[in-house]
């Protein structure tokens, strides 16, 4: 659907929006349909008008941030890796072979590599975002919870539609799809695609050069045919996605010593780099998945899901974040007119923006395969009792190497493959007419092996005196719920769920001599309570939940400090309570309002747990004997303390045409970046505004209007390197423009 309201829709999505309109949501969260307000688990929806909105500024999937409560988005990979978190629950290593918390799951498919998660969304329905452990039913690591998309489905009726943003840098922004019947009642199909790019607007003040980088293209495409039969379903389903972009743009010392704020080494539109060889970041995916559906008894369905993904990506930048120039000389010529910056000279150096000690140049290749397999056997829901019973398989291969830009070493490479198996069961009972339970069993074994293939010194071991390791373990995830009905209008419900998290190895620091370090298994207990009210008429819908988690072991990762580590290592525990609201009111169809709100308070607990510091910052926690912090006490890393979102539009008819008027906006809370805290490595208040206008006219079918995304261009800190210098990076800067809409 278009502007959420009132384009004209095919046959499929004018049932959808109908839906909507009287304010019932159907989730898949218990992977069979249900009305959201049944559900006993506390979930956060983004319709596909509010991803058009959060997106139509080229944005990837971290323009979702902030936009669900409890959901954050962020990554120091440009448009790759990003990292999700929900209730403060994620991962800050930047690593491809990073195990992530928060799972993401495309068409009951799970996205297990970063890379896979930072698939371009288009021809999306929906999203929904389980927050707590979702272990029994979604078995890959989530003990956090899980963000699932999915996408539009083919249909029996011929429908089409267009959507193309044009707007500043000459961005564009261009999505098609078309689909219907192949064979009238037996086969549908569905194709669809998406292309961005956007021009270079980064100048380079070391070399001089105008545009240097900041541009991008992507293009993505799906292919979906279905086919139906009475008693059989089938689904395939294959996408592919192409990027050439730009990494993220680390800049040197933009935060001073004792201040989270930008200073005046920070230019939005300027660098000053002397390598990363210009910072791009590439990469292809492939997806594939094929679900068949059969009826084998009037009230059994046996489902199998098959999937097979590959990638490939490739990335490099200049991590110091400036220039160093150790003549103290470019050439016996002076260095080069910067402005907007400090300089610095030390010991016959010169470096710019500020003291840059030493340089880095890092990149690094991927190249990762996915293979799931997974078999459910499921009740209908027509009876007091209802069960699921299945087997899940899962492998991954993952190829890695990272390279010293401008060194004349070669490569180190290893190779980190996962294994895991799983079998689960979940079954409900209506006690009564107001009262439901639910309960659900997993057991998950996991099995990760790390192997070195090429290494630029020769006499370099893992711990254990050889080139390969492997871990493995096995756990027992469960969740049990009970729904009860007040009224025809409230639900009230409560949850208790442990999640499990396999046992994991970090390797890329072996490129600068460092062993591995490995992390076992952490657990979650989580219990929640809350309530779901929807109004008499059906326009107003207020949903929220009060949350309880304790994590066992919880697997951290210290990254960066003066030494530049990446290890992996266990906090004894850490614990996070808070609560989130979610309101839609939809009193007509020119009017509608969405806003949700989260709290969560985190702390790691740990009385003898220390990590390294920063180079140039201002710590503020204890130290120990060796000069590390004692972060007992302290928050999750990148976990906001709160998060507001919010959207609303008004419709105004204009005989027989409409023009509306869209805003949506969200505000993120007190951040510390890392596990230690500093007064630089925070943020807090960062927020972001979007707003739409629009005409619809010849009956629904067309829209023109204007867009503008971050339109106060607002400079947030999302993220920061602390090894070498006071590195930070920030959002993206104001894009607006122009589009056109078209259905059929």
């Not at 064979?183 to 607007?201: C, K, M, P």
Request: aromatic letters at 12%.
């Amino acid at each position: 659907m278009f502007s959420g309201q009132a384009l004209a829709q095919s046959a499929d999505q004018e049932a959808a929006e109908e839906s909507r309109r009287d304010n019932t949501i159907i989730v898949t969260a218990q992977r069979r349909e249900q009305d959201l307000q049944d559900v006993p688990a506390s979930i956060g929806i983004l319709s596909s008008s509010s991803l058009e909105n959060a997106l139509s500024g080229v944005e990837d999937v971290l323009g979702l941030n902030g936009r669900v409560p409890g959901l954050a988005i962020e990554s120091s990979n440009g448009r790759q890796s990003p990292r999700f978190y929900i209730r403060g629950l994620g991962n800050t290593d930047f690593d491809t072979a990073a195990s992530q918390p928060v799972s993401v799951v495309l068409d009951d498919v799970v996205l297990e590599n970063v890379i896979l998660k930072g698939f371009p969304i288009f021809d999306v329905e929906q999203v929904e975002v389980l927050r707590g452990p979702q272990g029994t039913l979604f078995g890959r690591n989530t003990p956090a919870g899980i963000v699932k998309f999915d996408t539009r489905k083919p249909s029996d009726v011929l429908e089409g539609s267009f959507n193309l943003n044009y707007g500043r840098f000459n961005t564009v922004n261009a999505e098609a799809a078309i689909g219907g019947p192949l064979i009238e009642d037996v086969l549908n199909f569905r194709v669809s695609g998406l292309y961005q790019r956007q021009d270079d607007w980064v100048d380079n003040a070391f070399t001089g050069e105008e545009n240097f980088s900041g541009g991008f293209f992507d293009a993505a495409a799906r292919l979906q045919l279905e086919l139906n039969q009475p008693g059989f379903n089938a689904l395939a389903m294959v996408s592919y996605a192409d990027s050439n972009a730009s990494a993220t743009f680390f800049r040197a010392n933009i935060l001073s010593p004792g201040s989270n704020s930008l200073n005046s080494n920070f230019d939005r539109d300027v660098v000053a780099y002397d390598g990363g060889g210009g910072n791009p970041a590439d990469r292809d995916i492939f997806l594939s998945s094929l679900r068949l559906s059969v009826d084998v008894s009037d009230n059994i369905t046996l489902t199998s899901i098959t999937s097979y993904s590959d990638l490939n990506r490739s990335g490099r930048g200049d991590i110091d974040g400036g220039a160093i120039d150790f003549a103290g000389t470019f050439g016996g010529v002076a260095p080069p007119p910067f402005t907007g910056g400090t300089s610095a000279f030390t010991g016959g150096t010169f470096s710019f923006p500020g003291d840059i000690p030493f340089p880095s140049d890092t990149g690094g290749r991927s190249d990762s395969d996915q293979f799931t397999q997974e078999i459910r056997l499921a009740s209908d829901t027509s009876s007091v009792f209802n069960w699921q019973v299945g087997a899940f398989y899962f492998e991954n291969g993952l190829l890695d190497s990272t390279f010293l830009g401008g060194a004349p070493t070669p490569a180190t490479t290893w190779q980190s493959d996962q294994q895991s198996w799983a079998v689960f069961g979940q079954v409900g009972f209506d006690v009564s007419d107001a009262l439901t339970l639910s309960g659900g069993l997993r057991y998950t074994d996991d099995e990760r092996t790390f192997e070195v293939l090429v290494l630029p010194n020769p006499t370099f071991t893992l711990d254990n005196g050889t080139l390969e390791t492997s871990i493995d373990d096995g756990q027992v995830s469960w969740d049990v719920s009970a729904t009860y009905e007040t009224s025809e209008n409230v639900n009230l419900y409560g949850r208790i769920a442990r999640g499990f998290r396999g046992p994991s190895i970090q390797g890329r620091s072996i490129a600068f001599g460092v062993p591995t370090s490995q992390a076992q298994s952490e657990t979650v207990i989580s219990y929640e309570t809350g309530f779901k009210l929807i109004s008499s008429d059906d326009t107003l819908r207020l949903n929220g939940s009060v949350f309880y988690y304790d994590v066992n072991d919880i697997q951290l990762t210290a990254v960066g400090g003066a030494g530049n580590f990446i290890s992996l290592i266990n906090a004894e525990n850490a614990d996070g309570l808070g609560f989130e609201l979610d309101f839609d009111w939809n009193p007509s169809d020119y009017f509608f309002l969405r806003a949700g709100v989260a709290y969560v308070d985190t702390e790691i607990k740990d009385d003898d747990l220390a990590v390294a510091v920063c180079f140039a910052c201002t710590v503020t926690d204890n130290l120990n004997a060796a000069g590390l912090a004692l972060i007992d006490g302290n928050p999750l890393p990148q976990a906001p303390e709160i998060n507001f979102n919010v959207e609303a539009q008004l419709t105004f008819p204009v005989g027989s045409n409409e023009i509306y008027f869209n805003a949506d906006w969200f505000v993120q809370g007190s951040t510390n970046i890392f596990l230690y805290e500093s007064l630089e490595f925070n943020h807090s208040g960062n927020h972001e505004l979007g707003v739409r206008v629009g005409y619809i006219f010849a009956d629904g079918q067309y829209e023109v209007g204007a867009f503008a995304r971050n339109v106060t261009d607002e400079e947030n800190l999302v993220g920061a390197i602390d090894f070498n210098n006071n590195t930070g990076f920030v959002n993206q800067p104001r894009i607006y423009g122009v589009s056109f809409r078209g259905n059929f």
